[in-house]
């Protein structure tokens, strides 16, 4: 089951599902829309070699905007922390972004429950799009878990407090 925007918000006040900063004006019907940072990291390697660690760098998306190019892969991040221990988290784009013809993430948009830092963003487009930061770029919805689980709590990305580069490499050691 999807929690709804106003079941979130309570879970938010209870502490089971933390977004910081959190604005209620954020809530949808059944998600809470994230905002993008001011920052994108791109590859500077011709060839992504998955098995070693890749160069990158980053770009500041200035007040008055950024064009994005197709063709290329732009990390980037939500400006909201999330966490929660108690549902399964799950990330999509916004649809008037993807009438921009913006992907905001190329395959993962699934949490772990237990996850606990920014979501790193895939971003890609069809066309050249200008866009800005701290923009309502993606949407957060919540799933309850069934069943025994055990909580993501050590990994690559966890507790991460910026945006994340592939760390696929560290799977072939």
């Known amino acids: ?3 709804s925007g106003l079941e979130i918000k309570k879970q938010v006040a209870a502490g089971k599902i933390s977004i910081e900063p959190f ?4 809530i949808n019907p059944n998600s809470c829309n994230l905002r993008l940072h001011n920052e994108l990291m791109v590859y500077t390697d011709d060839v992504l070699d998955m098995k070693k660690p890749l160069n990158t760098e980053k770009i500041i998306i200035p007040e008055e905007g950024l064009v994005l190019q197709p063709g290329r892969l732009y990390l980037g991040r939500t400006l909201e922390h999330t966490s929660t221990k108690h549902y399964v988290p799950m990330l999509e784009g916004r649809s008037s972004i993807g ?3 913006v992907y905001v993430h190329v395959t993962a ?3 772990d429950i237990g996850f606990s830092g920014y979501w790193t963003l895939e971003i ?3 066309q050249p799009v200008k866009i800005y930061p701290g923009i309502e770029i993606c949407q957060i919805y919540y799933h ?3 069943g025994d689980f055990f909580e993501y709590k050590s990994g690559k990305y966890q507790n991460n407090t910026d945006i994340q580069p592939s760390l696929m490499y560290k799977d072939f050691k």
Do not use: A, N, P
């Open 23 to 26: 604005d209620e004006k954020l």
């Open 1 to 3: 089951m999807i929690l």
């Open 124 to 126: 890609q487009c069809v």
């Open 109 to 111: 948009g699934f949490g």
């Open 144 to 146: 309850e878990i069934g």
């Open 99 to 101: 009438r921009l013809g």
